[in-house]
């Protein structure tokens, strides 16, 4: 079995492909403190749960925005699971996508995944929105090719400062309010949140279509895409398995096998 590792600024998916299916997937919050030995614990009673152990799993693939925590990962693979991981932008290893950026070293890994799993299983062109610490929208080309984006603040990210910085206003739950004229401070609160993000990411799909000039499938994933499924008219799909669908795609490419 494969297990797939992706570290993001918040948290941190571990997923495990038995060469079917995604047998299982966990959250943990992302830590540069926790070393291999205490990741390993913890991840063998979760795995226990769903009647898997470290000798089920035969390789490994990271990505990771967050450099300090792959030396870790790194080790909890190479102790726990005796394999050396594949690591998303390490020299040798192969995309199979062509970055068509200014500076190609400076696209995140979590995006560059998102377009190799956007790409096999939707096509192109096509609009990648990820929601997570910082929401981003990810421009696929027809032929598979990372092309740019956008990189905005994410909603929780903007909630945080909102509550931090205006004394008087509380941390509060992201849902629609069931109506844009809030009543009180939480339901004013929530209606910005929820309908400012609704309309910032129709207005920037709509102005993307319009420079990009051809049609573009849309696919929304990251942990807080699930929050607004269904209010996007523009939105094709949401698939919070991108992540892993790529780097299953791109552990394929360079020979993996389990």
């Known amino acids: 079995m494969l297990l797939a590792i992706d570290v993001g600024n918040t948290n941190t998916k571990f997923a495990i492909w038995d060469g079917q299916s995604w047998r299982a997937q966990w959250r943990a919050s992302t830590d540069t403190t926790r070393t291999a030995d205490e990741y390993a ?14 000798s089920d799993i035969s390789a490994c693939i990271i990505s990771t925005v967050v450099p300090q925590a792959l030396f870790n990962l790194r080790n909890l693979s190479r102790r726990y699971i005796g394999a050396e991981p594949m690591v998303i932008g390490e020299d040798g290893l192969k995309l199979g996508i062509e970055v068509r950026i200014d500076k190609p070293n400076e696209a995140g890994a979590d995006r560059l995944v998102n377009a190799v ?11 990648v929105i990820d929601s997570g610490t910082a929401t981003t929208f990810d421009i696929v080309a027809a032929d598979g090719a990372f092309e740019g984006g956008i990189i905005l603040p994410g909603i929780n990210l903007s909630l945080q400062a909102l509550h931090e910085h205006a004394a008087r206003l509380p941390r509060v739950e992201i849902r629609d309010p069931g ?12 209606s910005g949140i929820y309908w400012g993000s609704i309309e910032m990411i129709e207005g920037l799909c709509r102005r993307i279509r319009e420079e990009y000039a051809k049609p573009m ?28 669908r790529g780097l299953l795609e791109i552990f394929r490419r360079n020979g993996g096998k389990l």
Do not use: C
């Open 117 to 127: 799993g956007a790409f096999v299983e939707y096509g192109g062109p096509a609009i």
């Open 179 to 190: 109506r844009v004229i809030g009543k009180d401070t939480v339901t004013a609160m929530q």
């Open 41 to 54: 614990p913890w991840l063998h009673n979760i795995m226990a749960l769903n009647k898997l152990s470290f």
């Open 217 to 244: 499938k849309t696919i929304a994933t990251g942990g807080v895409a699930s929050l607004f499924e269904g209010a996007f008219p523009t939105i094709d799909h949401f698939d919070q398995d991108l992540t892993s």
